[in-house]
T-cell receptor
Framework: NAGVTQTPKFRILKIGQSMTLQCTQD?????MYWYRQDPGMGLKLIYY???????DKGEVPNGYNVSRSTTEDFPLRLELAAPSQTSVYFC?????????FGSGTRLTVV | ELKVEQNPLFLSMQEGKNYTIYCNYS?????LYWYRQDPGKSLESLFV?????AVKQEGRLMASLDTKARLSTLHITAAVHDLSATYFC???????????FGTGTRLQVTL
């Protein structure tokens, strides 16, 4: 039982490049989330999904897109990367009150 | 907009001492989480507090929730160096179980 798996763990992007952060869970959770954590700060919600085909914006959605075609997968797309998107990205899933976080993706935009 | 405030933001304490971290939040919620984060790591779940008056203890850590005061506390008893980490509280809101995090309390326990 792997829980929530994120890939890649680290990535350096140049300004203007695009990439997709992958997130998959094997717990059959309906709810999935993307958070970002800037240095010395708490996590902020980017996007979330309550089930396959349903997504919605969180607190800081600008510059990102998501899709949820299956229960298991919830990729986060960065278009036209900017230095302000340098952060650590955490994917999470939940069922009821139990939350499971992935190990994170550390992204640097230069 | 829900605001979650923690204090202190930084806490340096000696081994063996007691201290409390406070988490205030601005809107009604009866679900609160405490997490621990070590440098470069993901979040480790410590406690889930599900109702007013809830108290949970694990080792040297004890968490409580007062939903009327919109306040949760994380009490550290007889601190040891291994407790050095950043501690976050997070409040659950909405039908999609979204979490709003505090800014964290960086705890440094000195020998």
């Amino acid at each position: 039982n792997a829980g929530v798996t994120q890939t890649p763990k680290f990535r350096i992007l140049k300004i203007g490049q695009s990439m997709t952060l992958q997130c998959t869970q094997d717990m059959n959770h309906n709810y999935m989330y993307w958070y970002r954590q800037d240095p010395g700060m708490g996590l902020k919600l980017i996007y979330y999904s309550v089930g396959a085909g349903i997504t919605d914006k969180g607190e800081v959605p600008n510059g990102y897109n998501v899709s949820r075609s299956t229960t298991e997968d919830f990729p986060l797309r960065l278009e036209l990367a900017a230095p302000s998107q340098t952060s650590v990205y955490f994917c999470a899933s939940s069922y009821g009150y139990g939350y499971t976080f992935g190990s994170g993706t550390r992204l640097t935009v230069v | 907009e829900l605001k979650v405030e923690q204090n202190p933001l930084f806490l340096s304490m000696q081994e063996g001492k007691n201290y409390t971290i406070y988490c205030n939040y601005s809107t009604t919620s009866d679900r609160l989480y405490w997490y621990r984060q070590d440098p470069g790591k993901s979040l480790e779940s410590l406690f889930v507090l599900l109702s007013n008056g809830a108290v949970k203890q694990e080792g040297r850590l004890m968490a409580s929730l007062d939903t009327k005061a919109r306040l949760s506390t994380l009490h550290i008893t007889a601190a040891v160096h291994d407790l050095s980490a950043t501690y976050f509280c997070a409040v659950l809101t909405g039908t999609a179980s979204k979490l709003t995090f505090g800014t964290g309390t960086r705890l440094q326990v000195t020998l």
